[in-house]
Each structure stands twice: as structure tokens, then as C-alpha cells.
């Protein structure tokens, strides 16, 4: 099993995983599934299928090979498979095991993996009568749910596909035991920030040069907020976000821009000088400036110099050097 997704996810959340609701105490297999599942969660069933989420979605961008971020811009053929990648990543975040006939085996019981991006799931001939785990996510809202069920066929509607496919009937649909209901996963960070500031963004991608000068202009635009390192890796068009940053640490040095990491004493400068809490995988970019004796302002000691954040009418001065992550 691989290392789980949800090291980076966890600060996202506040709270810990929904509530099942009460199950049927007529399908002793399905309950089972129900409570494994929830088990394999270990308290953060949430956060982690959350988490598997935003990778999946992120994988089939690939912006580290593709530059993408738009999931407008991924094709039809792309996008058919973010299915399969949410069942692949789903199956190595909670160690399930692998079916004969179906995708899963969770508590024993055979279990097939079923996606949709909008709660509308398909269910073949072969599914009626299995237990599904059905799964939602959209990444125009950002939100998702995870459910549990046996496709008992009268819960279909009657109507099939070419293939033979039928969808759950509203009665189908409330049948569902949702273990997770409408809840947030982590957003597109570049789709924000292209939101935000769309003018910034393309300037980013605009720029000539090497990705290394992309995201040294990445940095320079987007003082104050928290990068994460998909961000990056997609500005970049390259997988080593950490010696990226680190390197335009060093090309900003001399405009008084820091780049503060999720390092311990890069975290304390952030803390001092009044930044939100920086998590793993994020980076913020600050300007400063050396403080004045009688400067009311919150101020960080660097290498013994007290240092505030820069306001617009300070001129040029060089930021400090402090040790990297």
C-alpha cells in the first residue's frame, strides 16, 4: 500500500468524518461493508477520501506534464477515466482489497467502485443486486459524497442504455447510506488564483523563458498567498516543486522577497510577522523590509535584524538569507 494521500489533506479540514446513517438491519453484508469501510477511515474517513479526490482529479490534469489546470480543457476520452483513477486511488488510501468478479473486496464481501460527476451512476447488468460504493465529486463546487448500497434492481429505473445500463429511481437514491453528504474537498488551487487574478496568471504563463522563470513570476505576483506544491509543479511544467521554490528564493532575494516554508523557523518568521499558518506542501512569498526603531509594526528578528513586511512606498531593499527547507 501506498503512502496515504492524506498527510498534505488533513489541515484542510476542522472536523472529522459524518456520520453513517442508521443501517438496515434486513442486509447483514451491506452493514458490514458500511462499518469497514468506516473502520478503514480511522477516524478521518473525510479528510482522506477527500484527499483522494484532489489527487485524482490533479493526476488526469497532470499539469506537471501539461501546464493544465482548467478541467474544461481535459478531453472526453481524459475525463472517462477519472473513474477508474478515483477507484485505483481510493483502493490504495484504504488498503481494499481486490474482487474477483467485482472491484473491491471490503469485510469479505465483493464491492464494485462506482463514480459519477454528478450522482447519476449507471449500473450494468452485471452490478444489480451487488453492493456498490458509489461516488460523487464536482469540481465546479468542490464538493463530494461517498455512499454505500445494494443495487436491488427495484431501485433502478426501468428505462436501459444501449448497453443495458439503468440509473437509480429517487427511491434508489434514498436508499443510498451516505457516509459522507455534500462535503468540501481541497479546491483547484490555479483555478483560484486564475479566478482572482486572471491578468496575473496569464502573465505567469505568458513569460518566456524556462519554468524555473515562470515560477520565480508566480512568486513575485503572488505575494501573501499560500502556494501549494501541485501549483507549482503545474507553473513549472516539472515534478521537483522544492528545488523550484528553492531556487526562486534565491532569485527574489535581491527584491526583499522571502519565500517561507513549511520549514520551523520559516514558520516562526510567518507567525511573527502576523501570516496564517503555513502547512506542508505550501509556500507563501512576503516582501520585507528592515524595521525602524520606533516601527509599531510586527516584526520577525532575522539573523539578528528585525524585519516587517513591506509597504508600497519602501524602496528596494534585499530580504535576509535564511536556511532552506
Known amino acids: 500500500m501506498q503512502e496515504s494521500l492524506f498527510g498534505e489533506a488533513q489541515e484542510f479540514f476542522g472536523r472529522g468524518t459524518l456520520g453513517a446513517t442508521p443501517l438496515a438491519a434486513s442486509d447483514p453484508a451491506l452493514n458490514n461493508v458500511i462499518q469497514e469501510v468506516v473502520h478503514k477511515g480511522r477516524g478521518a474517513l473525510e479528510q482522506r477520501f477527500a484527499a483522494v479526490f484532489r489527487a485524482s482529479v490533479d493526476e488526469i490534469l497532470d499539469g506537471r506534464r501539461t501546464m493544465r489546470f482548467d478541467f474544461s480543457e481535459v478531453s472526453p476520452v481524459e475525463k472517462s477515466y477519472l473513474g477508474a483513477k478515483v477507484e485505483i486511488l481510493a483502493r490504495d488510501e484504504f488498503d481494499f482489497g481486490h474482487g474477483t468478479s467485482l472491484d473491491y473486496l471490503i469485510g469479505g464481501h465483493e464491492v464494485d467502485a462506482k463514480f459519477s460527476a454528478t450522482g447519476d451512476w449507471m449500473i450494468a447488468p ?25 443495487a436491488d434492481g427495484v431501485l433502478l429505473r426501468p428505462r436501459e442504455t444501449r448497453d443495458r445500463k439503468r440509473s437509480f429511481s429517487a427511491a434508489g437514491k434514498g436508499a443510498i447510506h451516505w457516509l459522507i453528504r455534500d462535503a468540501p474537498y481541497p479546491r483547484n488551487q490555479m483555478m483560484e488564483l486564475y479566478r482572482e487574478a486572471p491578468e496575473a496568471i496569464e502573465s505567469i504563463f505568458s513569460s518566456s523563458g524556462s519554468g524555473q522563470k515562470r515560477v520565480d513570476e508566480l512568486f513575485r505576483a503572488l505575494q501573501g498567498v499560500h502556494v501549494n506544491r501541485t501549483t ?12 523550484r521554490v528553492r531556487d526562486a528564493r534565491i532569485a527574489l532575494q535581491g527584491d526583499g522577497i522571502l519565500i517561507l516554508g513549511y520549514h520551523r523557523r520559516h514558520r516562526a518568521i510567518a507567525s511573527a510577522l502576523g501570516i496564517e499558518p503555513i502547512t506542508q506542501g505550501e509556500w507563501v512569498a512576503i516582501r520585507v523590509y528592515p524595521a525602524e526603531s520606533d516601527s509599531a509594526a510586527r516584526q520577525a528578528l532575522i539573523e539578528g535584524v528585525a524585519y516587517r513586511l513591506a509597504e508600497y512606498c519602501d524602496g528596494p531593499a534585499p530580504a535576509p538569507a535564511i536556511p532552506n527547507e
Open 232 to 243: 507549482v509543479q503545474t507553473v513549472a511544467a516539472q515534478e521537483d516543486s522544492s528545488k
Open 126 to 150: 452485471k452490478n444489480v443486486g451487488e453492493i456498490l460504493l458509489v461516488m460523487e465529486a464536482s469540481e465546479e463546487t468542490s464538493l463530494f459524497s461517498v455512499g454505500v448500497v445494494r
